[in-house]
């Protein structure tokens, strides 16, 4: 499974942004896609998922109510679409899969997207 995330890009404070992260390959073995996020600094850090079969999301509690994780089977894309960014927002935004639920780990990764929110 390849994954390309695209979608990043520089939004002042309260603005908006959407991530895209599409999957091409073995895209049958997916089984939840999820987007990570890792600030200068600092250790990355989960954000939100979805389980690809039935679209059940979680979100970390740092952007609940603010980002939205969604996906298009069709497309075989996840989009996180990011409402009333904060400068903490600010980071390179990376999206992963893996295969089951028993994992901790992710198989697949793509290459990150920054985003960089002024205040």
């Known amino acids: 499974v390849q994954l390309q995330a695209s979608g990043g890009g520089l939004v002042q404070a309260g603005g908006s942004l959407t991530l895209s992260c599409a999957a091409s390959g073995r895209t049958f073995s997916i089984y939840n896609m999820a987007w990570f996020r890792q600030a200068p600094g600092k250790e990355r850090e989960f954000v939100v998922r979805?389980?690809?079969?039935?679209?059940?999301?979680v979100s970390a509690d740092s952007v609940k109510g603010r980002f939205t994780i969604s996906r298009d089977k069709a497309k075989n894309t996840v989009y996180l679409q990011m409402n009333s960014l904060k400068p903490d927002d600010t980071a390179v935004y990376h999206c992963?899969?893996?295969?089951?639920?028993?994992?901790?780990?992710?198989?697949?990764w793509g290459q990150g997207t920054q985003v960089t929110v002024s205040s």
């Open positions: 992963a899969a893996r295969r089951n639920s028993a994992q901790t780990l992710y198989d697949y």
């Open positions: 979805i389980i690809w079969s039935d679209g059940t999301t």
